[in-house]
């Protein structure tokens, strides 16, 4: 060769991979042929029957997922951010809380909210006759409580570290011009930590999605409890649990989608 | 031209041509047991440009950085165009700001340019130029990017005004920095080492900045290992060793024939 790197192989770039190589081909015949079985051998005549009910099943886990995570994480970015500013007291509360969330199964905490607590309420008649009782006798609070009480812990910790990364140097700069502590939080601190935690957040969000059909084990209805319903009424195992399956699968690819779009905002090269 | 008006040096000068920019008086820094600084004073007035030599462990990043408060001092004044920042003590028998107001609007006339850039990374360019004068000064948006963007053009950087930092080189990243410590129009710059941190191929680009910015007689603070930029720009040296001015003088006077046995031996040390 002529250049002084004989010695090193050439570097090659990887050729552009097309669909339609031979191996991509097979495996989506394949994949086509496990539909189409699916589709004609498996029995879908209870599709109509449910299906209104199943869109407003997938609507509730939505509503659930969204709020539980919208509501969780602004509770999350204190819990996050006193435990790096302190004061100490309130950093040893914030640590306690994610300890004892995380450290328990969701299922857990869900049944005693409302087996415990639900049942707790009932024993007040002051309660029972106020104007909240019609909403605390629903399944639907506990539900929505414990999810979101799990999603702050959860993401109190990955705030922790994201506002703990956030290089000194650049807080220091917007000290350094006179910003206050609020505008600096706001215009750098945060935004920085944010950006710096949404890969997690990302997973994190997914994994929320699929917490929320334990909300069903309490009466929620939710598109799990859709399903089971299903199953009950037509005895069917397979077909009602393939929707499912490919229920969330859908849900969790519009999830991964917005995300990905959120983190491209702003370009990271990578290290 | 758009608005070279905005360029022009950053204060009229309302008495005379002389008029204080700054007046450290007898400032002492303590980190725990170790005295860093013990006693330092230095004035500078409105065209000056100071530079502060020493060896590693001398205080002369220390110094600088009391000057804005980044550093609390333990003990002295100083003042920034006539104002006194007013001390009280903490509880640990130090000083701190009395009014941190004061020390926000004080800040935000002094153009701090760092050894490690800290520029905010998750905006870009042109968006870390504006930051400051339109979160902090409150400064009409359009207004801020036009003086962007001239500064930008004048550190050679317009053609990245929509990069991100981790997209550029050291220098250019400190060239960023500079644009952006010049878009608050600052009574003083203060520069920390802003070579230091360079790859020696450029650090060529950033002192060539900053030393047009002497020529044009903005007043500067310069803490710095480039010897002969400081002879060449500085109006005034400062030798700092162990904490306290060990010599002073204009750049001839402390390169060409230092009194000193240290500053002697620093200098040949350093070429």
């Known amino acids: 060769m002529s250049d002084g790197l004989s010695g090193l192989p050439l570097y090659v770039p990887p050729k552009p991979r097309s669909l339609l190589e031979p191996h991509r081909l097979l495996l989506m015949a394949v994949f086509a042929g496990i539909i189409l079985c699916a589709i004609l051998f498996m029995r879908w005549d209870w599709l109509p029957t449910y299906g209104p ?16 995570a919208s509501i969780g994480f602004l509770l999350a970015v204190p819990i996050g951010l006193v435990q790096v500013t302190g004061p100490r007291p309130l950093a040893w509360l914030a640590r306690i809380f994610c300890t004892i969330i995380r450290g328990t199964p969701l299922l857990l905490q869900l049944w005693l909210l409302y087996y415990g607590l639900g049942s707790v309420f009932a024993q007040y008649p002051e309660l029972r006759s106020s104007f ?30 994201a506002f703990a990364g956030v290089p000194r140097g650049e807080l220091e700069a917007a000290r350094a011009f006179g910003m206050s502590r609020w ?36 009466t929620v209805i939710d598109v799990y409890a859709v399903i089971s319903k299903v199953r009950q009424d037509t005895y069917l195992t ?29 370009p990271t090269r990578e290290a | ?27 002492h820094k303590r980190f725990g047991p170790l005295e860093v600084l013990k006693g330092v004073s230095l004035s500078a007035r409105q065209g000056d440009v100071v530079a502060i030599i020493g060896g590693s462990g001398s205080g002369k990043s220390t110094f600088l950085r009391c000057i804005n408060m980044l550093e609390l001092p333990s003990a002295g004044t100083v003042s920034i165009h006539g104002e006194t920042i007013d001390m009280k003590k903490d509880r640990h028998g130090g000083l701190m700001p009395a009014n941190r107001r004061q020390v926000q609007r004080l800040r935000s006339r002094l153009g701090m340019v760092f050894q490690t850039f800290n520029l905010w990374q998750h905006m870009t360019v042109l968006q870390n130029v504006i930051e400051v004068p339109v979160h902090v000064l409150r400064q009409p948006r359009d207004q801020a990017i036009e003086v962007a963007e001239a500064l930008l053009r004048r550190v050679g950087l317009f053609e990245k005004r929509d990069a991100y930092p981790a997209f550029l080189s050291g220098g250019q990243q400190q060239r960023a920095a500079i644009a952006r410590a010049l878009a608050i129009q600052p009574l003083v ?83």
Request: a neutral charge.
């Open chain 1, 53 to 68: 009910r199943l869109l407003y099943g997938v609507w509730q886990t939505l509503v659930m997922l969204f709020w539980t």
């Open chain 1, 238 to 266: 397979y077909e009602p649990l393939l929707l499912l399956a490919l229920i969330y699968l859908c849900l969790t690819a519009v999830l991964v989608v917005v995300f990905r779009y959120l983190e491209s905002r702003i």
């Open chain 1, 183 to 218: 505008t600096a939080f706001r215009r750098i601190w945060l935004p920085r930590a944010l950006h710096r935690a949404l890969p997690t957040l990302a997973g994190e969000t997914v994994l929320q999605l699929k917490s929320t059909p334990l909300v069903a084990t309490i």
């Open chain 2, 189 to 271: 710059m203060l520069f920390d080492e802003p070579t230091s941190a360079l790859d020696p191929e450029l650090v060529g680009e950033v002192l060539a900045v900053i030393g047009d910015l002497a020529r044009e007689k903005r007043t500067m603070i310069l803490v710095t290992h480039e010897m002969k930029f400081a002879r060449d720009v500085a109006s005034h040296v400062v030798f700092l060793h162990n904490g306290i001015i060990e010599e002073e003088g204009p750049p001839d006077a402390i390169f060409g024939a230092p009194k000193s046995e240290r500053l002697r031996k620093f200098i040949s040390s350093i070429h």
């Open chain 1, 132 to 161: 909240l009782w019609p909403t605390l006798r629903q399944a639907w609070p506990y539900g929505f409580t414990a999810l979101m009480i799990s999603f702050a812990a959860y993401e109190g910790e990955v705030m922790r570290g």
């Open chain 2, 1 to 27: 031209m758009c608005g070279p008006a905005h360029l022009g040096p950053a204060v009229t000068v309302s008495m005379t041509g002389s008029a204080q920019a700054i007046d450290v008086s007898n400032l």
